[in-house]
């Protein structure tokens, strides 16, 4: 079965980087993701990356996929308290189907 | 972008009564749709596919007589949550799948469920 863990929370000084780490098990993923979702809102798509590629930069954010070990890692830069919220990690488990991580708290400090 | 509006944001209804949620797909056509469940401090878990024209299919261990889904038409699906109790109380969002690369589903906001 389809299994996606993420550490659950992370505290970060405002104007650090920001570094959420993720695995999954299912290898024949073809994209995973990161969403964002702020308190009592629904998820926003951040970015995704294909799963014949190992590194996505989009801005502040840089995703790196090592799909040997299955590890997905969102980099956040010049993290700022507006990017406080959860993330989740995803990967697609076929037919627009997602399987989701349990979210990363990210709290972001003065 | 694509949108996908759910109603009710958040509703409060005793318990035993039944409670209807929306999901609609505001500037494209959705054949399908999916919901899912969150728990606070956990993550979303898909309960069911809806498909436009015949029956939803449900994960495993989620009761159909508890959550009835209906996918009227091509924008609309609904999730009704009969004889609701406390335990039914959780965040419902739904989604509809995307059209290529990076866009696998769009989401709705959410809508927040509290039976009392």
């Known amino acids: 079965g389809e299994d996606v863990e993420q550490s659950l929370f992370l505290s970060v000084r405002e104007g650090d980087s920001s570094v959420i780490n993720c695995t999954y098990t299912?290898?024949?993923?073809?994209?995973l993701y990161w969403y964002k979702q702020e308190p009592g809102a629904g998820l926003q798509l951040l970015t995704y990356?294909?799963?014949?590629?190992d590194m996505k930069q989009d801005q502040r954010l840089t995703v790196l996929l090592n799909k040997k070990d299955k590890h997905l890692s969102l980099r956040i830069a010049d993290t700022q308290t507006g990017d406080s919220a959860i993330y989740f990690c995803?990967?697609?488990?076929?037919?627009?189907?997602?399987?989701f991580g349990a979210g990363t708290t990210v709290t972001v400090r003065a | 972008g694509a949108v996908v509006s759910q109603h009710p944001s958040w509703v409060i209804c005793k318990s035993g009564t039944s409670v209807k949620i929306e999901c609609r797909s505001l500037?494209?056509?959705?054949?399908?749709m999916f919901w899912y469940r969150q728990f606070p401090k956990q993550s979303l878990m898909l309960m069911a596919t809806?498909?436009?024209?015949?029956?939803?299919?449900?994960e495993q261990g989620v009761e159909k007589d508890k959550f009835l889904i209906n996918h009227a038409s091509l924008t609309l699906s609904t999730l009704t949550v009969t004889s609701a109790h406390p335990e039914d109380s959780s965040f419902y969002i739904c989604?509809?799948?995307?059209?290529?690369?990076?866009?696998?589903?769009?989401f709705g906001q959410g809508t927040r469920l509290t039976v009392v």
């Open positions: 989604s509809a799948p995307g059209g290529g690369p990076g866009t696998e589903a769009f």
């Open positions: 299912d290898s024949s993923s073809t994209y």
């Open positions: 990356i294909f799963s014949n590629m």
């Open positions: 995803a990967e697609s488990i076929g037919d627009y189907k997602l399987s």
């Open positions: 500037d494209f056509q959705a054949t399908t």
């Open positions: 809806s498909n436009e024209g015949s029956k939803a299919t449900y």
